[in-house]
């Protein structure tokens, strides 16, 4: 079975730009989270949709947005990219909402690496 | 503050040999979850290990152990006969259920080095 799929693996845009990263998640799995890792740091939490809702939003501006398709893909957009933007984003996928259980594991996909010049 | 602390910034560990890494969390939530991950230099997060705050015993899998001392806020992950593969960085994380958290969060991880 295809584990969680993000594209793209890396991408280069520079300073003010617009990007689109697209998460595919485990077959069965109706949750999708979106996190963001800054080189040397652990990952933060940005979104996490259920049933194509938003459940949960991070400290993140709102340059920052998601949306959850009726097929669970999801993808998140960032808007007037900043150097600071410049991340690994992890998109993690769940059967459940993961308010339900706080034993529901986070199954994560490789990362889509942006760099911002 | 921080929530979740690993002190061990890095790590070495003989291959075959044990080694414990460190992990501390704060919260006041009496209902939480515990989680290591791996994650090696391809960048995806590898579930290890998962500790409820409810569980009378400390959790295993395989050779990862979680020793879990609630009084002490710590949930450090013991992994026994280390091998090559096993060097990656690890992140311990924490689920709050109570409220409207939903996130995993995370420390700053520990990047661990076996040695042949």
């Known amino acids: 079975d295809a584990g969680v799929t993000q594209s793209p693996t890396h991408l280069i845009k520079t300073r003010g730009q617009q990007v689109t990263l697209r998460c595919s998640p485990i077959?069965?799995?109706?949750?999708v989270s979106w996190y963001q890792q800054v080189l040397g740091q652990g990952p933060q939490f940005i979104f996490q949709?259920?049933?194509?809702?938003?459940?949960g939003r991070g400290n993140f501006p709102d340059r920052f947005s998601a949306r959850q398709f009726p097929n669970y893909s999801s993808e998140l957009n960032v808007n007037a990219l900043l150097l600071g933007d410049s991340a690994l984003y992890l998109c993690?996928?769940?059967?459940?909402?993961?308010?339900?259980?706080?034993?529901?594991?986070?199954?994560f996909g490789a990362g889509s690496r942006l760099t911002v010049l | 503050a921080q929530k979740i602390t690993q002190t061990q910034p890095g790590m070495f560990v003989q291959e075959k040999e044990a080694v414990t890494l460190d992990c501390t969390y704060d919260?006041?939530?009496?209902?939480?979850?515990l989680f290591w991950y791996k994650q090696p230099s391809s960048g995806e997060m590898i579930f290890l290990i998962y500790q409820g705050s409810y569980d009378q015993q400390n959790a295993t899998e395989g050779r990862y152990s979680l020793n879990f001392q609630k009084a002490r806020k710590s949930a450090n992950l013991v992994i026994s006969a280390s091998q090559l593969g096993d060097s990656a960085m690890y992140f311990c994380?924490?689920?709050?259920?109570?409220?409207?958290?939903?996130?995993?969060?995370f420390g700053s991880g520990t990047q661990l080095t076996v040695l042949p």
């Open positions: 077959s069965g799995h109706k949750s």
């Open positions: 994380a924490m689920r709050e259920v109570s409220g409207s958290a939903r996130q995993l969060t």
């Open positions: 919260t006041s939530d009496p209902s939480y979850g």
């Open positions: 993690a996928s769940s059967m459940v909402d993961v308010s339900v259980s706080g034993a529901n594991v986070l199954t």
């Open positions: 949709y259920y049933e194509k809702e938003e459940r």
